[in-house]
């Protein structure tokens, strides 16, 4: 019954884009298109779909402006988010992905399949996500953090 449920929603996930958010064109939103394919992966490694939280959001949004302002990808200020996501919205936990240049869904979800430790955050066990991306072109900055 899973397998089935989840070949049903793959299918709908596929027929359901318009051209403009289809998993294989290119992407109207960065973050939108990430979102899509992070949870498009999920699904098909047999894991529920990730949920967007605009706490989150905005907590990745402000750390990809300060990398694309600083023109500098990293985890700087990690421990700010973190205790933010604990104490505030009362998460139990966290992880954090950071990437800058050219940020195609797709071509991440191949980068981090094949690197075991980026892959281990995206098919963790987390409920919810957020996407923050800043820059311009192919000098985008992005932050994704995951918790549950």
Not at 66 to 85: I, K
Not at 99 to 127: A, F
Request: glycine fraction near 6%; charged fraction near 25%; include cysteine.
């Amino acid at each position: 019954m899973t397998s089935v449920l989840l070949i049903i929603l793959s299918i709908f996930l596929f027929t359901s884009c318009e051209d403009s958010d289809s998993l294989f064109g290119p992407p109207s939103d960065v973050a939108d298109n990430i979102f899509d394919h992070i949870n498009h992966y999920r699904l098909m490694s047999g894991l529920e779909v990730l949920e967007k939280h605009p706490d989150l959001n905005q907590l990745a949004s402000d750390h990809a402006e300060d990398m694309a302002q600083n023109e500098n990808v990293s985890h700087f200020n990690q421990t700010f988010r973190y205790n933010y996501v604990v104490e505030e919205l009362s998460m139990s936990k966290y992880a954090e992905i950071v990437e800058e240049g050219d940020l195609y869904g797709r071509d991440l979800i191949e980068k981090w399949s094949n690197n075991e430790d980026l892959e281990s955050v995206i098919i963790g066990d987390y409920k919810y996500i957020g996407i923050g991306v800043h820059g311009s072109g192919d000098e985008l900055y992005a932050t994704i953090i995951f918790t549950k």
